[in-house]
């Protein structure tokens, strides 16, 4: 069973930047879809971007031209570059593969 580690959360300011990593324990390049989630206190878990193993990728809407995922095949590595944070950032972030394997989520916070 794949098992997800989650890091790089934290506080930043509006406007600031943070970078989330996630590693696996299985190697990843067989792994078409990785994706990053997010759920906020009181709200449903979210889908924030998505990537398969040919780098196609998706965003929502809410962070297209902000936030960037990118995978790195040979060090079983999931990232997700988040710049211009805004405080509807602050919320507890998930690395997912294949919408079936979980992490624990890494907490981010971005205050005003």
């Known amino acids: 069973q794949v098992q997800l580690v989650e890091s790089g959360g934290g506080s930043v300011e509006a406007g600031g930047s943070l970078r989330l990593s996630c590693l696996s324990s299985e190697r990843i390049y067989s792994i078409n879809d990785m994706s990053w989630y997010r759920q906020a206190p009181g709200k449903e878990r979210e889908l924030v971007a998505a990537?398969?193993?040919?780098?196609?990728?998706y965003y929502a809407d809410a962070v297209k031209g902000r936030f960037t995922i990118s995978r790195d095949n040979f060090k079983n590595m999931l990232y997700l570059q988040m710049n211009n944070m805004k405080p509807e950032d602050t919320a507890m972030y998930y690395c997912a593969a294949a919408n079936r394997y979980w992490g624990k989520g890494s907490l981010v916070t971005v205050s005003s």
């Open positions: 990537i398969r193993s040919g780098s196609s990728t």
